[in-house]
């Protein structure tokens, strides 16, 4: 009994350090996937003026760069995006439409905690929601203990894409 | 019997009170991490920089091009002076690129401005060869990135790559670091390798006397155990013999 008490422990414990430091998606699966195998060419978004501002409220610090690249085709727009959780960065792929989030997926996690963040029951969440017009989630999102930073981490990515996509749309608007 | 144990718990009590110290005090600190901003603040004394074996004489590796120049210093790299965030090691390559500024990276390129602004870390996503091992510029001014695979150009737009057949390629190289710079990037590099947060963590845990300061944590909190049971024990028994005295003061009265 206790061999299989111990056995089970160290599987276990083997198990969430495998699930714990790892990739679950390339980028370029993730792409090919949201555009059924044929990506558009990227387009850019410049963080200047009112948009750096903006994008340093939502996270709480300046991106690291000047330059995001985005996929869009029919105003639905992917975005890989990266937001450090404790220590290191989670990269998430992101899709909206107009109906608002279409989903977001964990692709890269190397946090030694808080991996949940990675599974459907946490990301169908976001599912649909929007921002407010003071650019926050118009929905809450139920947090998971243990994970309160990565949580807050794709929350704010969820935010930045929501708002990126609307300024591709004004841009696009804009365009003669 | 009773005395005995008194004497013990004083002991333990006493023997243990630099650990519920250090104990409380960093486990209080460590729960407002994020407030204290202890993960961005990092330790200066040489003496425990020495003690974590944190030394910059590794060998530096430098790159330059026009006004800047970047070095490495063991997992660090600098621009000029300022540490540069978000770059992994090791460098293979430097070019200032029309305005743009190129940096071959850890196999990745990362753009910045000429003022050393991050414009956007190019991965495979973005089209790039992997595995960069070198960078260069050709005599029509096209982008080279060397693999393993053979040698890739683009132009300034830098969204096509295009497998070349042996160009005549300028390879960015290593050069000398810039005099004068080598002691203040190293002093830099030991100023940002050592987080308060990791000290106070260790400090909580032993770890920072290794294996044995583990060891002498968890008797540690065995004693505090021992000290815990031996508290209640002491009451319960002093409890029980304050009512027995009191119950025979009582009984002569309950008779009359």
């Known amino acids: ?176 | 019997m009773l005395r005995s144990l008194y004497i013990w718990h004083r002991y333990i009590g006493i023997s243990t009170a630099v650990f519920v110290i250090v104990l409380t005090v960093t486990g209080l600190v460590l729960n407002h991490t994020d407030e204290l901003k202890l993960d961005s603040s990092y330790v200066q004394s040489d003496l425990l920089l020495d003690w974590y074996g944190i030394d910059s004489s590794g060998e530096l590796t430098s790159y330059s091009s026009g006004p800047v120049s970047i070095t490495a210093v063991n997992d660090q790299v600098f621009w000029g002076k300022e540490l540069l965030p978000h770059i992994p090691v090791p460098l293979s390559g430097l070019l200032v690129y029309g305005d743009l500024v190129v940096i071959a990276a850890g196999g990745v390129l990362s753009l910045y401005t000429i003022d050393g602004e991050l414009i956007e870390k190019m991965e495979h996503v973005a089209g790039v060869p992997t595995g960069i091992l070198a960078i260069g510029i050709t005599a029509q001014a096209l982008l080279a990135v060397k693999t393993d695979r053979g040698i890739y150009l683009t132009d300034d737009s830098m969204l096509e790559w295009r497998l070349a057949d042996n160009p005549e390629v300028v390879w960015s190289e290593a050069t000398p670091v810039p005099a004068g710079l080598e002691e203040t990037l190293q002093a830099s590099y030991r100023g940002t390798g050592l987080p308060v947060e990791r000290v106070l963590l260790d400090l909580h845990s032993g770890r920072i006397l290794g294996r044995a300061g583990v060891y002498l944590v968890d008797a540690a909190a065995a004693l505090f155990l021992l000290l815990a049971m031996s508290g209640i024990w002491l009451w319960a028994r002093r409890r029980a013999s304050i009512k027995t005295h009191h119950r025979r003061k009582i009984k002569p009265i309950d008779r009359q």
């Open chain 1, 1 to 176: 009994m206790r061999v299989t008490i111990l056995a089970f422990l160290i599987l276990l414990s083997a198990a969430a350090n495998a699930m714990a430091d790892g990739s679950y998606q390339s980028s370029e699966d993730f792409l090919e996937e949201v555009f059924a195998g044929s990506p558009p060419a990227p387009g850019f978004i410049w963080l200047k003026g009112d948009v750096k501002e903006k994008t340093g409220e939502i996270l709480g610090h300046s991106y690291p760069g000047i330059r995001i690249r985005y996929w869009g085709k029919d105003k639905r727009t992917a975005w890989i995006l990266e937001e450090v959780g404790k220590t290191q960065p989670i990269t998430a792929g992101l899709v909206v439409d107009g109906n608002g989030l279409e989903s977001i997926r964990v692709l890269a996690f190397r946090e030694s905690r808080g991996w949940e963040v990675r599974y459907p029951f946490f990301t169908d969440q976001f599912s649909g929601i929007r921002l407010t017009v003071a650019n926050e989630l118009d929905r809450h999102i139920d947090g998971i203990s243990g994970a309160t930073l990565s949580v807050r981490a794709l929350q704010k990515l969820a935010r930045l894409a929501l708002y990126l996509h609307q300024q591709t749309i004004s841009k696009n608007d804009a365009s003669p």
